[in-house]
């Protein structure tokens, strides 16, 4: 009998569900793996602020970490909030361990879709320097991707993203997938896979009207780590990215709230 893939995922919790680990668990379990959770912070926010963030103790993390590795198999690893330079250090030895093994996906959440930050603000140097060469794949969109290159401004063209892309690419030592649904003047959401070999693919949907969408970032890196335990990176990402057009464009059928509400992972 074939074994479940297994999908950790190492972030921060929303009670309303609609982002952080929960959205993760929601979307691995929809798509037929077996979620694996590793809290970093409890938060209490909602889709209009976040109002407090408790980042759970270093040893914590690691002694959670144990307790899965010691008894579970892991087929991949996302990972989401880091709130401290501690609790990414943290996470180091683990991922030194399993990286050749295991496809590793980190999106690198340094603020909330509300606009408010949620980690310190040295966090961006620190993943850069010490976290993501231990990372398959990371998947910014264009304004942490510009926080992360210290620059001041994010991409406006698919020429800045393919740029922007190949500097991170370069800097940070492993492959990139630039998310371009917020580019100006776009008819279609545009993203971008930079691979650590150097090789470019775009990937193009169409834009979906709904007033809900909560939650996609962490969406597509849980479906992107969960599908590169079964398929190459250009097409894991082409599988995550149909997902997500899914889930957004059912949003709608959940009716929980009139605006800015969580998707509907659970379409497959």
């Known amino acids: 009998m074939e074994r479940i893939s297994t999908t950790l995922t190492i972030a921060g919790t929303d009670p309303t569900g609609g982002a952080g680990i929960i959205a993760d668990v929601k979307t691995i379990s929809a798509l037929g793996g077996y979620a694996l959770i590793v809290p970093t912070a409890v938060i209490a926010q909602n889709s209009m602020s976040v109002s407090e963030i408790l980042p759970l103790p270093a040893y914590l993390?690691?002694?959670?970490?144990?307790?899965?590795?010691?008894?579970?198999?892991?087929?991949?690893?996302?990972?989401?909030?880091?709130?401290?330079?501690?609790?990414?250090?943290?996470?180091?030895?683990?991922?030194?361990?399993?990286?050749?093994?295991?496809?590793?996906?980190?999106?690198?959440?340094?603020?909330?879709?509300?606009?408010?930050?949620?980690?310190?603000?040295?966090?961006?140097?620190?993943?850069?320097?010490?976290?993501?060469?231990?990372?398959?794949?990371?998947?910014?969109?264009?304004?942490?991707?510009?926080?992360?290159?210290?620059?001041?401004?994010?991409?406006?063209?698919?020429?800045?993203?393919?740029?922007?892309?190949?500097?991170?690419?370069?800097?940070?030592?492993?492959?990139?997938?630039?998310?371009?649904?917020?580019?100006?003047?776009?008819?279609?959401?545009?993203d971008l896979l930079m691979t650590s070999e150097g090789k470019s693919y775009w990937f193009e949907s169409s834009r979906i009207d709904t007033p809900h969408g909560r939650g996609t970032g962490c969406t597509l890196s849980s479906a992107l780590a969960f599908y590169m335990t079964q398929h190459q990176l250009p097409e894991a990402v082409h599988l995550a990215k149909t997902y997500l057009c899914k889930a957004l464009s059912q949003a709608d059928t959940l009716g929980l709230v009139s605006s800015r509400g969580p998707l509907q992972h659970f379409v497959c």
Do not use: W
Not at 157 to 181: D, I, N, P
């Open 61 to 190: 993390l690691t002694a959670q970490l144990h307790s899965i590795t010691e008894e579970f198999p892991i087929s991949s690893v996302k990972i989401g909030l880091l709130p401290s330079e501690e609790i990414a250090k943290a996470i180091v030895p683990f991922l030194a361990g399993v990286k050749r093994r295991t496809p590793i996906v980190l999106d690198p959440v340094l603020k909330a879709s509300s606009g408010q930050g949620l980690c310190e603000d040295s966090l961006a140097c620190f993943l850069m320097r010490e976290v993501f060469p231990y990372v398959s794949v990371i998947t910014p969109n264009l304004s942490e991707a510009a926080r992360l290159l210290q620059l001041p401004q994010k991409a406006c063209t698919r020429l800045e993203m393919l740029r922007h892309a190949e500097m991170l690419c370069e800097q940070a030592r492993c492959s990139v997938l630039l998310k371009g649904g917020h580019l100006d003047g776009e008819r279609n959401s545009p």
